[in-house]
């Protein structure tokens, strides 16, 4: 890094934002290909059983439908008999579009129309005549425990659930109880853009993909595998991704579908998914969670007991960590976990943001609150009473924990200490007032990650790392970050992404984009520089002779030495000397694993709400939330605040709204389409204030960021639940809280 700080840490509007704005940025379904073809996807009506009949005579005479692609007629592909694992795809086995006459779920893809148009595609559909023969589904999560299991393994990454200590006995000996039942039912994602893959077909099979995802790696290395292409066979593209929150972090079926219509047709063809179909691909599963916890006279937790049973489907084990999570953030020398799955006829559950977490953190959050009032404490000073300052569960020391600071300047920004205790004590007119809290963490992980910097003789640096942006900032804070490195304005700097042409580098997700990505184009722009200063010892009488790279640094379009900043050289000049056409400097991050592995990193948060709830109507307002977050080095306070703002008003969504209704009897979600499942409105969101609390840390990664795009969301359901009974004294365990739940 320069001497100067001119743009890291810079509130910074996104440079893409008039690509966006003027509807420039191309999102994979907008892609203009010559003699494009269409495909439609039937879905199955049924949620369990098998095909037993396709008449596809009428859909075939129609002029402009080109093929009807089902599993009679759907070509063997090498995926079809090793299955393929994505980069997050859970223990099982994936599921394999067009496969066999199984039916494992409703809305499972039965066919493929492919048409001259979108439009005759979808009327093809609808007179596709399938016959079904119907098997007794189940889509209800059992209540029992004796109906579900203990996943072995998860996916990559996922660790069971570690207990310690002798809960019973720390039952026994808290003075303060506390035991709950919480559940939450499916949620999707429900991005704006849907899903879509655009193939273009430049000859020999050689395609050109631009996919709807989180991972063009990912989409392509899924591609290569299951269709035996090489990786030059299979660019695929995804410059802008309308919104992921999790949604794309697998290859989902609309790409399987494109690429095996191109490849069988040897035409482009585009396939889009309906709003009703992005309710086909997984969500965040419905849990249910039993929390039991026990406190001292002191307050000081002596027991945590946390189980949740969540759904998955029949072919894979879907595992998030629900439970781990009640293991660190508290003290507590007595901690029973257990994280337990259920297989329904259901598609398999899908990360949506902070998966696990987002879930984990209602009912030990609610529960907390339950305790303190039990214990008869303040619920800010009980968790004051409770604070980790090690993580116990791992026994490791934090890489930083600001979480008290959190807490600390949080509160007083909300006026938390002007709060009364007793439910229902609180008013404004004749609505009752509510304050509630709730908080959380999130792992602050570094992936490897591959970028390159270039500067050309016109002074202009194009860096590039095959990473994906979405929504979040990703191309702004890149652009920051190198122009910080090398001194230039941020104009002269160009952030490329979204290309497997460009270097490797892992899915979007899991908040690591900015410390992974960030990290890689922090190096490439290092290595950049070495490159200058190399050229610069060639000029001419250089006074850079003797120079090493210490010796110098980068301001202003220079390089300039530390003991005289006068003796300067422009760096389009050292391009131009060179007799090439640009400079470059390449690297591969990697985390510290030595230096990582000796602590627990994690980024932390804490959520205070006010609601207002009308004690006839039972409508209830969140009216002001203060979420403060302690993230390590905010890179742009102006993006990161929309991150957390993103976070709060999904928080309020969780706890008032969100709920994928299903219909046991037909396994279906009823309410699939933006109309029916609710998300909140510009009326339903009120004052947001989110506070970044100063936090340092030189373990996490090398640039001291731990990541944005899931710790703001935690607790904050909680948060809001907990301020809804201050408010009224009902304490409402299932959410979403709804009226009807609360009246
Ligand atoms: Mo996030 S659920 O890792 O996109």
């Not at 199955?44 to 859909?59: E, L, M, N, Q």
């Not at 989409?219 to 995804?238: C, D, M, N």
């Not at 609601?611 to 109507?617: G, S, W």
Request: proline fraction near 5%.
């Amino acid at each position: 890094m320069s001497h100067s700080t001119d743009y890291i840490g810079k509130p910074t509007s996104r440079v893409d934002g008039p690509a966006k704005v003027t509807g420039a940025a191309k999102y994979a379904a907008e892609y203009n290909v010559a003699n494009l073809l269409y495909g439609y996807v039937v879905s199955s009506p049924i949620a369990k059983g098998k095909i037993t009949k396709i008449d596809d005579a009428a859909v075939r005479a129609l002029p402009g439908v080109h093929e009807v692609f089902t599993h009679e007629n759907v070509p063997r592909f090498a995926f079809l008999d090793r299955s393929y694992k994505d980069d997050v795809a859970p223990g099982g086995a994936p599921f394999r579009p067009l496969h066999d006459a199984a039916i494992k779920y409703s809305q499972q893809p039965v066919a493929l129309i492919v048409a001259d148009t979108f439009e005759l595609a979808r009327y093809a559909a609808s007179i596709l005549h399938i016959e079904y023969e119907e098997e007794a589904h189940e889509t209800r999560l059992p209540t029992q425990l004796d109906q579900t299991y203990k996943p072995g393994r998860g996916k990559t990454g996922y660790q069971p659930p570690k207990s310690r200590g002798n809960f019973d006995q720390g039952w026994k000996d808290g003075v303060a109880h506390m035991e709950g039942q919480f559940s939450h039912h499916a949620m999707h994602h429900n991005p704006l853009e849907n899903f879509a893959t655009t193939v273009e077909w430049l000859g020999d099979k050689n395609l050109k993909i631009y996919d709807k995802t989180q991972g063009a790696f990912n989409s392509q290395q899924y591609v290569t595998k299951v269709f035996g292409l090489k990786p030059e066979q299979a660019r695929v593209i995804s410059k802008y991704t309308g919104g992921g929150f999790g949604s794309g972090l697998r290859p989902q079926y609309q790409l399987f579908l494109a690429v095996m219509a191109s490849l069988e047709l040897e035409r482009s063809v585009r396939v889009s998914l309906t709003r009703q179909q992005m309710f086909s691909f997984g969500h965040r599963p419905a849990t249910l969670q039993h929390v039991a916890l026990a406190a001292d006279t002191y307050g000081a937790l002596t027991g945590i007991n946390h189980v949740a049973v969540a759904e998955t489907s029949q072919f894979e084990d879907f595992t998030e960590n629900v439970v781990g999570w009640s293991g660190t953030l508290y003290q507590c020398p007595n901690v029973k976990l257990d994280y337990r799955l259920a297989k329904l006829d259901i598609y398999s559950p899908l990360d949506m943001r902070a998966p696990g977490a987002a879930s984990g953190s209602i009912a030990l959050e609610i529960a907390m609150d339950e305790l303190a009032y039990a214990a008869g404490l303040d619920p800010l000073e009980f968790r004051l009473r409770n604070y980790a300052d090690r993580d116990q569960a791992q026994d490791k020391p934090f890489s930083s924990k600001k979480l008290r600071e959190c807490y600390r300047e949080g509160a007083a920004k909300f006026g938390w200490e002007r709060r009364t205790p007793a439910p229902g004590s609180m008013r404004d007119g004749n609505l009752l007032v509510g304050w509630g809290m709730g908080g959380g963490l999130w792992d602050a992980t570094q992936q490897k990650t591959a970028a390159k910097a270039s500067l050309d003789a016109d002074g202009h640096l194009t860096v590039s790392s095959g990473t994906n942006e979405i929504g979040t900032g990703t191309y702004t804070i890149m652009t920051q970050i190198a122009a910080e490195c090398l001194g230039l304005p941020l104009e002269a700097v160009t952030f490329v992404l979204g290309d497997t042409t460009l270097p490797a580098s892992p899915l979007q997700g899991g908040s690591w984009t900015a410390s992974s990505v960030g990290t890689a184009v922090a190096d490439a722009c290092a290595a950049l520089g070495e490159a200058l200063l190399k050229q610069a010892k060639k000029m001419d009488q250089s006074v850079f002779q003797n120079a090493q790279i210490e010796d110098v640094y980068f301001a202003n379009g220079q390089l300039r030495l530390n003991v005289n900043p006068d003796a300067a050289i422009v760096l389009r000049d050292l391009v131009q000397a060179s007799g090439e056409s640009k400079i470059e400097g390449e690297a591969t991050a990697k985390p510290d694993m030595a230096k990582q592995q000796k602590h627990s990193m994690h980024a932390h948060n804490a959520a205070f709400v006010e609601v207002k709830v009308d004690p006839d109507l039972g409508t209830i307002k969140v009216t002001r939330v203060v979420n403060a977050v302690a993230a390590g080095r905010i890179l742009n306070p102006k993006t990161a605040r929309s991150q957390v703002l993103g976070s709060v008003v999904w928080g309020i969504s969780m706890a008032l709204m969100e709920e994928s209704v299903m219909d046991h009897r037909f396994g279906r979600y009823m309410n699939h389409s933006l109309a029916e499942y609710h998300v909140p409105v510009n009326a339903d969101i009120h004052d947001i204030d989110v506070v970044f609390v100063h936090e340092e840390d030189t373990i996490v990664n090398p640039i001291g960021v731990k990541g944005l795009g899931e710790v703001g969301l935690l607790g904050v359901a909680a948060a809001v639940a907990n301020a809804i009974f201050h408010a009224t004294g009902k304490r409402v365990r299932d959410l979403p809280i709804t009226i009807d739940k609360l009246l």
